[in-house]
T-cell receptor, first 113, second 114 residues
Framework: QKEVEQDPGPLSVPEGAIVSLNCTYS??????FMWYRQYSRKGPELLMY????GNKEDGRFTAQVDKSSKYISLFIRDSQPSDSATYLC?????????????FGRGTQLTVWP | DVKVTQSSRYLVKRTGEKVFLECVQD?????MFWYRQDPGLGLRLIYF???????EKGDIPEGYSVSREKKERFSLILESASTNQTSMYLC?????????????FGQGTRLTVV
């Protein structure tokens, strides 16, 4: 079993839709949770990060962490065609892993006008 | 602006060749990573380094080696390239102790082995 599971999609939604992206994980030591966005033929870029449990909002994006369920989510409100990309979740415990991040496989999202 | 630079965007090599992929970061980060990315498999960690001359195997180190002689440079070496090493290779760096361990990625090198 991979440490981080993420449905690769693809996910296709109309402009203006609410998008929900999710990951589950098995290592209860993970404390930092991140979402990366990767446009076609580019390297991933950090979109949001959350420490421990709770919600974090940044504009149209909301990240949620439920450590009791080992489940994280990214919500995109009022989705735009420019949101079309692959979204990767990542997480780490910082301490024992020497800074290593554990990634999900990524979910490919297309927002059509 | 932070930057991770990979030496080539596209590379075509022949089976059996020794291949060098170079990565340079200008952020004085301690950690550096090499991943490969394949459709349906996501990012897989090949090797990482948390200090000069230090290296750790990732999940798929077979067929690869690395070199880190200077803090800013991390090289991935394919000792004898094979067709199953055709992939997108991504280099990343991150600070060791502070913040979230946010990793900054290069633009990727698409390697084709023929």
């Amino acid at each position: 079993q991979k440490e981080v599971e993420q449905d690769p999609g693809p996910l296709s939604v109309p402009e203006g839709a609410i998008v929900s992206l999710n990951c589950t994980y098995s290592n209860s030591a993970f404390q930092y949770f991140m979402w990366y966005r990767q446009y076609s033929r580019k390297g991933p870029e950090l979109l949001m990060y959350t420490y421990s449990s709770g919600n974090k909002e940044d504009g149209r994006f909301t990240a949620q962490v439920d450590k009791s369920s080992k489940y994280i989510s990214l919500f995109i409100r009022d989705s735009q065609p420019s949101d079309s990309a692959t979204y990767l979740c990542a997480m780490t415990d910082r301490g024992s892993t020497l800074g290593r991040l554990y990634f999900g496989r990524g979910t490919q999202l297309t927002v059509w006008p | 602006d932070v930057k991770v630079t990979q030496s080539s965007r596209y590379l075509v090599k022949r089976t059996g060749e020794k291949v060098f992929l170079e990565c340079v970061q200008d952020m004085d980060h301690e950690n550096m990573f090499w991943y490969r990315q394949d459709p349906g498999l996501g990012l897989r960690l090949i090797y990482f380094s948390y200090d000069v001359k230090m290296k750790e195997k990732g999940d798929i180190p077979e067929g690869y080696s690395v070199s880190r002689e200077k803090k800013e440079r991390f090289s991935l070496i394919l000792e004898s390239a094979s067709t199953n090493q055709t992939s997108m290779y991504l280099c990343a760096s991150s600070p060791r102790l502070h913040g979230t361990n946010e990793a900054f990625f290069g633009q990727g090198t698409r390697l084709t082995v023929v």
